[in-house]
């Protein structure tokens, strides 16, 4: 069998992936790309887990299936914000939204 | 350690798959290109949901995930002019993301993957069905007065008003 | 206790007696002398000043001049009816003398016992209270004409109610101290009366000299009193006069200084007390006060030099006259030191004097320094023992003394009248536009009104002046038998040819230089008389003299009068009983003075013999120098432009007694000079600007130096921290804005490092690290 930390440093991994892309990527749409990653790193883990520790236990699962629907509407929210964002402005780049500068 | 059977390999190329998509996503300067290396990594964890004895979310993955955010994406990038690709890859704090992302590795792995690190899954050498809850009793759970109906009526709520705001949001004004 | 009580006991109503006149002074000062202000050149203020053009100045309003001129009469009015009851008493009580009234309050106490105030009647206090407001009271009469137009009357009146008052408190006081305030006054208004008119520089200065010269001698007279006051313990005149022991006791210690040369501490306090009064009554070196005190209007040349201030001084030689005496008895030929002093003194200056006053022109002057003369004689009759002659002396004195200097003064009126008459009349003549009314001063000379020189048969037009005049001058002179100052000059010559005969040698020179000073003086006043009122008037000015009519020439006359018929009398209260014709008249029984004052000392004084040489003598210097004084201005009166004989019969020594043998400019390089330099170099220069200055800026400066720094410290601390701090949030503000970029991505950034960092410090504060670790 696959042992636990193998998982858990993919999903790690991942994870960390989806952090870089949502600092550092300059385009809008490839962040909530960033995001959809760390949601999916974290559904690994949870899942992982649930496998590793407790199999009878449905928490796990119904966790994992809650970050999918959640996943979801973030995505279609924030997708339709970028839509209309991008109608006012042009851009699609959040460098250039710093209307709130201080 | 590890023997050499199908799981393991089946892992690696998951593995890779997952891995291999995510680099490609956030290094990826075409937009619609970067789509299909989330669609590839998506895959891996489905893969991933498979060896892990939980099919029924390997399926949802594949279907939401990848058959509607994945495609959803693909429209926003059309509709947003995006796949061409005009400006920088990466913004001003690229450097020090890079530096703050392998910490974050560093901090998950020391913290979380360490304490774990010996174990190598007792429990997965046993029968599937005597040890694994299946499907039947995750949608059991899901509608349980004393388990999960609650947030499961919650998470319907949420897509309604997702669904709402987004076609609000994104509606053209005329 | 209340004013009848007081008026009715004769041992309180002394107190009385000064208040009068005092209360007047306050009075007038405060409440009637009230000005309005007029402009400088009006004729109201008289002398036209330079000083003062464009000014406004106050003169006296003619309600005030009225109100303050009543308050000063009923004021010398007062103390004279007081007086007279107080004189009356004692002509009524029994040995008196022995007995006498007085009262005593305790007044200042200090460590080791009490001053005391207090007012003592005794014999000689009587015949000073019989004089002293008479004369006070004809000069205050003589005032109000005399002082009639002057802008600042009522402060006159004020001065010389003060004056007289002073006066009084000397006269009735009962102790040294006392006395001495009462001197000190005297001082005091004596400055203020000579310096009146300060407009005039030369009024001004006298003033000062005045004050200055009896200041040195009050300093002297101090330290007496003050070691009479050690050795005796008291200063009241009974307690000290009129006690046998302590006189002894005075006489016997040795003086503390000096001591071993005989001299006792009565000795040294006599000369002491003696020096205060050289000074006081102007006798030689401290005499050159006095003739420049005729600056002052001419009642108070009368009121100092007649009834007042000189007097004080030869009275408080009286009064201290058992003291001088102690530890010796003149009559026996055992002369005290106080006492040689004081005959050689007194002699000396006698002589002196009057052979300054016979070179004089000022008609003024001459008096002054007969005045001078006379107190020599007084001083000397004091010297040999003449306790009573010298008494009798100072009251004859007064009054014709007094009677003299205010005949001059209406002479020297009389003669601005003219002097204004004059003008008046000049400026009718000429119609010339260009001689106006103060043009007058630029004829070429300027007209002295007091020049006797000027002056000339004034009989016809002033004759109550010049035969009151002539009857003071005869009294002055000594003029045998029908004047006062006969009587009592005899005296003096008997005295001290009593005590010639003796072979004493103060007495021997005492007689000498009093008969010549006599001589002198009957000399010198039939020249003042002749220039003044003989022959024909040698100036124009002198031509228009008179009083003119009405109230001021009354006022200026009748004390005259008065005053005359006093000079002629009052000497028959002191004649000899063995006198031939007017010894049986006038003192059947014994010298009426010589009995009623002799008992103001412990052991009477006897009465000499009589003794035909001395009078022989006072009729031969008396008529020599009358028909010598005669002979040369009488008979051919001086005529206009005509210089005076004396000069060139004088010679060379003429202008050195014109110039006072030069003593005024021998005391200004040897004594006033030296101290302005003092003055002026160390004290002002050196110490007060020098060091006193010196000290104050430095501490000023260093002051302002901590001040500075102060300053400078504020603003750097406490503006530094107050500015500061707000600076610095600015500036932490302005840094930390920077953070807010509005840029998602950076916030995200930095939340991710924030988390991080807090993992990391729970990771190290578990210990969790170093588990895993190992």
Known sequence: MIPLWMYLLVAAALFCMGAYAVLARRNAVAILMGVELMLNAVNINLVGFWRYQQPLNMAGQAFAAFVFVIAAAEAAVGLAIIISVYRQRKSVIPDEADTLKG | MLELNVQTLAFFVFALFVLGGGLGVITTRNLVHGTLYLIL?????????????????????????????????????????????????????????????????????????????????????????????????????????????????????????????????????? | MNLNDILSNPDLLPWLIPVGPLLAFFIIMLATNRAKMVPATSHEYGGHHPDYDGMKVPVVTLQSRILSVTVGMLGTLTAWVLSLITVSNAFGAQHFGEEVFGDRLNWLATGVGEFTMGVLVDPFTTVMLIMVPIA????????????????????????????????????????????????????????????????????????????????????????????????????????ILYNEAMLEHLASTPAIILGGWGLSAAGLIGVFLIIGTIGKSAQFPLHVWLPDAMEGPTPVSAMIHAAAMVSAGVYAIIRMYPLFEAGGNPHAGEFTTPLMLMAIVGGFTALFSATIAVAQNDVKRVLAYSTISQLGFMMAALGIGAYIAAAFHLITHAFFKALLFMASGSVIHGMEHGEHHVHEHHAHDEHDEAHGHDDHHDHGHHFDPQDM??????????????????????????????????????????????????????????????????????????????????????????????????????????????????????????VHPDFPLFGAIFSPEHNWFHHFVGPTLLHEPASIDFSIVPVLFSFGVALGGLGLGYWMYWRKPLEAGQPDPLVSILGTVHPVLKNKYYLDELYATLFIQPSQWFARVVVSDFMDHGIIDGVLHLIARVFTWIGDLIKNLNIWLIDGVGDGIPELIAIFGTWFRRIQTGRIQQYMLLVVIAMIVIALIFAVSSGFLVQAAG
Not at chain 2, 131 to 157: C, I, R
Not at chain 3, 170 to 194: K, Q, R
């Open chain 3, 136 to 239: 006070v009271t004809m000069i205050f009469i003589y005032s109000i004409g005399y002082m009639a137009h002057d802008p600042r009357q009522s402060r006159f009146f004020a001065l010389i109610s003060l004056f007289a008052g002073a006066m009084l408190t000397l006269v009735v006081a009962d102790n040294l101290l006392l006395m001495f305030v009462g001197w000190e006054i005297m001082g005091l208004c004596s400055y203020l009366l000579i310096g009146f008119w300060f407009e005039k520089e030369s009024a001004y200065k006298a003033a000062i000299k005045a004050f200055t010269t009896t200041r040195v001698a009050d300093v002297i007279m101090l330290l007496g009193i003050a070691y009479l006051y050690a050795s005796a313990g008291t200063l009241s005149f009974r307690d």
């Open chain 3, 453 to 574: 020189m000027n002056m000339g048969g004034l009989r016809k037009t002033m004759p109550v002046t010049f035969w009151t005049f002539l009857l003071g001058g005869l009294s002055l002179s000594g003029f045998p038998l029908l004047t006062a100052g006969f009587w009592s000059k005899d005296e003096i010559l008997a005295d001290a040819w009593l005590g010639l005969t003796h072979g004493f040698g103060a007495p021997a020179f005492v007689f000498i230089m009093l008969c010549l000073a006599a001589f002198l003086t009957a000399f010198y006043t039939m020249r003042q008389l002749g220039l003044t009122f003989m022959g024909e008037p040698r100036t124009e000015e002198a031509a228009h003299a008179n009083l003119g009519q009405g109230i001021v020439s009354f006022t200026m006359t009748l004390p005259l009068i008065i005053l005359a018929f006093l000079a002629v009398v009052a000497g028959f209260a002191g």
């Open chain 2, 41 to 174: 990594s998506l895959f891996g964890v489905a893969g991933f949901f498979v060896l892990l004895s939980a099919p029924f979310l390997a399926v949802v993955q594949v279907l939401v995930y990848i058959g509607a955010i994945a495609i959803l994406i693909v429209f926003a990038v059309m509709l947003t002019r995006s796949m061409t690709s005009l400006h920088e890859v990466v913004n001003r704090q690229w450097v020090l993301s890079t530096i703050v992302a392998v910490l974050l590795f560093v901090m998950l792995t020391v913290t979380i993957i360490l304490p774990v690190w010996g174990q190598d899954g007792s429990l997965a050498g046993q029968p599937v069905s005597e040890v694994v809850a299946t499907t039947t009793d995750l949608g059991k759970a899901l509608v349980d007065g004393n388990q999960y109906v609650l947030p499961f009526e919650v998470a319907s709520l949420l897509l309604t008003a997702a669904m709402i705001g987004a076609i609000v949001i994104a509606r053209d004004d005329e």
